[in-house]
């Protein structure tokens, strides 16, 4: 059997990669890596998330009514807001054990709580505040604005209130609203959230903050804020153990907000209106609201009416008149829509008197 003949010539070594282009290859491969995680976490982040968002969501969920996240949203300039174009949402659940709610709820595409149109108004009242001028608890027709214009033929009102919010979040939401034209009364309702104590920074010093991630390149990234979420959460599990918790507010930075809020009306002809909001416990005891005595410092020295529901809540049921520990029901709303028609009648007269 003859022997095949094999080529026995010298093998030829497959040519090596040089290290720089090996370092190439390491980077390319990385930066593809970082471009579907980069593209991964923009599918699941459709919002900039922040701290006082996170803040707020938890606490919804603790105090027993997580269907209200279902309306809300973060914003990066406002913390969160309102949710547009909501229609007939039905809303269920239970605030810090004080008795079930259901209650539904339509927004405009501004975010703002719908109500019936007004052609031929004559007057716009602006309604600025937190979840009590929202009306968590009642249905849209049922809250206080809408309650207003109805009993107010020539009126329109705009339900621009948002649940959790302080006077800061009030101001700058004023501050960046845009209407066809600027309201002739603004109701103004702060001072429970401004007061609530969440941790050992202010609204101000968070916004600081979120201002200056927002300035940083890593900001239009979206898999960073991923990673800051998660922490975030983490960080929201476990108490601030350095330094005890702070109000979002001060007495002094809430005056200042509240006074913000009055130089934007006049700087728009408006004609403000100050409300004092009660909480069920003081229908049986006599509380020391500090956010309270700021109001009505302010309303004293500035001349500027203000409608104390503390008193009139007092006066007209009390106990009755709550949904919950601090929400208004329909009849709460009622009766704060009477007391507010002839406080509103007279900014109304006394802008005419001003213009005449």
């Given at each position: ?257 509240i006074n913000l809020i009055i ?5 728009v002809g408006a004609k403000p ?51 919950d520990r601090i929400h208004a ?28």
């Open positions: 059997m003859a022997e095949s003949n094999h080529h026995n010539g010298p093998t030829v070594a497959a040519p090596s990669l040089t290290r720089r282009k090996k370092v190439l290859f390491s980077i390319v491969a990385v930066v593809c890596c970082l471009v579907l995680v980069e593209g991964l976490s923009r599918f699941i982040i459709k919002v900039t998330p922040n701290a006082r968002w996170e803040h707020h969501s938890n606490l919804v969920d603790t105090i027993g009514f997580p269907a209200l996240n279902e309306i809300l949203e973060p914003d990066p300039e406002l913390f969160w807001k309102v949710k547009a174009n909501l229609d007939g949402l039905q809303l269920a659940g239970e605030i810090a054990g004080s008795g079930p709610l259901h209650f539904s709820l339509s927004t405009d595409d501004r975010g703002f709580r719908r109500m019936p149109d007004v052609p031929d108004a004559h007057h716009t009242v602006l309604f600025l505040g937190d979840s009590c001028l929202f009306g968590v608890g009642v249905d849209d027709e049922q809250t206080i604005p809408a309650l207003v214009q109805r009993r107010m033929k020539d009126l329109r009102c705009i339900n621009a209130a948002v649940p959790g919010y302080s006077s800061y979040q009030g101001r700058r939401l004023m501050e960046r609203m845009r209407l066809p034209s600027p309201p002739d009364v603004v109701v103004i309702n702060f001072g429970f959230n401004d007061g609530a104590p969440w941790d050992h920074l202010s609204d101000l010093e968070h916004m600081a903050l979120l201002r200056a991630e927002q300035s940083s390149i890593l900001n239009r990234l979206k898999f960073p804020q991923l990673l800051r979420g998660l922490v975030v959460q983490k960080d929201a599990s476990s108490p601030e153990q350095d330094r005890p918790p702070r109000p979002r507010l001060s007495d002094e930075e809430f005056d200042d907000q130089r934007l009306c006049e700087r209106v100050l409300v004092v909001w009660p909480v069920r416990l003081q229908m049986s005891e006599a509380i020391d609201q500090s956010k309270h005595v700021a109001l009505k410092l302010i309303a004293a020295r500035q001349r500027i009416p203000l409608v104390d529901a503390v008193s009139l809540f007092q006066a007209h049921g009390g106990v009755d008149l709550f949904a029901n329909a009849a709460g709303c009622e009766l704060m829509a009477r007391a507010l028609e002839p406080v509103i009648r007279g900014q109304l007269d006394s802008a005419s008197r001003d213009g005449g």
